[in-house]
């Protein structure tokens, strides 16, 4: 079984998905979490952030939508995928997640979005170029864009509690 993260950047897809796999595992159930940049970056021995300046974001998206496609659904695990931010909204990527898995749109404050965008120190392509001040408002407007895609997942969740978080999901896929 295949569970999707989606949401923007910062929305703790990544955190969310090593937490449930680790509760799963608790349960004596049999799961994993994969991030699709680290797997990305495992495959093409390239970062994120380096693809983005050596090439351009239609290449990125494109090797991106391959990346999500090599994930293989076994029956007897758990698989939570944490998707990067723009995955569902590019390559028809959404619909191949609606159509393999369950999908849970993971949608917390803009106030925490924003908090975890200014202390983060992992470097994002779409931000890197931006003032600080800039980036609120891009933020924003980036949000509002991909709120058609993020919306049509399965199940959103708005807390910015991990845990709550994770407690959901748990009743949502068992």
């Not at 923007?8 to 969310?16: C, D, L, T, W």
């Not at 509002?144 to 748990?170: G, K, M, N, W």
């Amino acid at each position: 079984m295949i569970l999707y993260l989606i949401g923007y950047m910062y929305s703790g897809k990544s955190s969310v998905a090593r937490a449930l796999a680790r509760r799963l595992r608790g349960m004596n159930l049999k799961a994993e979490a994969i991030d699709t940049d680290a797997l990305f970056e495992q495959r093409y021995r390239l970062s994120v952030a380096d693809c983005f300046a050596r090439y351009d974001e239609p290449m990125f998206r494109t090797l991106e939508a391959a990346v999500l496609r090599s994930i293989e659904d076994s029956p007897d695990t758990f698989s939570i995928v944490s998707t990067g931010g723009g995955t569902p909204c590019h390559k028809g990527n959404l619909a191949f997640m609606l159509d393999h898995g369950k999908v849970a749109f993971l949608n917390p404050p803009e106030e925490t979005l924003l908090s975890r965008l200014a202390n983060t120190h992992k470097p994002r392509p779409l931000f890197t170029s931006l003032p600080p001040a800039d980036r609120p408002a891009f933020l924003r407007s980036q949000l509002s864009e991909r709120l058609p895609f993020y919306s049509q997942a399965h199940i959103t969740l708005t807390s910015s509690d991990e845990h709550q978080v994770v407690s959901i999901l748990l009743d949502f896929i068992l």
